[in-house]
Structures are given as C-alpha cells and as structure tokens.
C-alpha cells in the first residue's frame, strides 16, 4: 500500500470514528510547508487558541501501542511524561 493510498484510508477511519461520535468537526487540506502551528494560524485565520496539535507515539516495544496526545497549540506538553504517566507504563 503507497503512503497516499494508506493515508487516505487513516483519514477516512478517522473521519468515520468522527461521524459516530456526532461531535463537530471540519476536515481541511493544508500545505505541509504550514505545518508549524504559528504559521498555519497566520495563514488560514484560525486563532492560536481554538488550534491543537496532534502528537502520535508509538512503543518502541512488540506488541506496538501508539496513543495520540491531542493538546491546545497554547499549551506546552512534556510527551513521553504524560504518556507514560497515562499509560501507567514504562517510556514508549
């Protein structure tokens, strides 16, 4: 499976998981180059406080286990201790 074939198919169980749970949600296409949060504010017009950034771990360990951390882009996080504060569990 290609990474753009794999992509659209993560997309479009996150877009499913998203319909059932009926929360609103708006799906955009942004230009990777605006992938720092800052920029991607001042280009689409969306205010640094109502953005969040999506950071994705992975264990390091088989069986694999990924936790996504879903924090305000006005918020500082400390990943590998909040994860592994969640988890209950050793580093990722």
């Known amino acids: 499976m290609s990474d753009a074939s794999s992509d659209a ?14 929360v609103p949600y708006e799906v955009m296409q942004i230009d990777p180059a605006l992938a720092d949060t800052t920029e991607f ?18 264990s390091k360990k088989e069986p694999k286990q990924y936790c996504a951390c879903l924090v305000l882009a006005t918020t500082r996080l400390d990943v590998n ?12």
């Open 9 to 22: 198919a993560v997309g479009q169980r996150v877009v499913a998981v998203l319909d059932g749970l009926g």
């Open 41 to 58: 504010c001042a280009h689409y017009g969306i205010p640094l406080d109502q953005s969040a950034n999506t950071i994705v771990v992975a």
């Open 81 to 92: 201790h909040a994860v592994r504060k969640l988890r209950g569990a050793s580093p990722v």
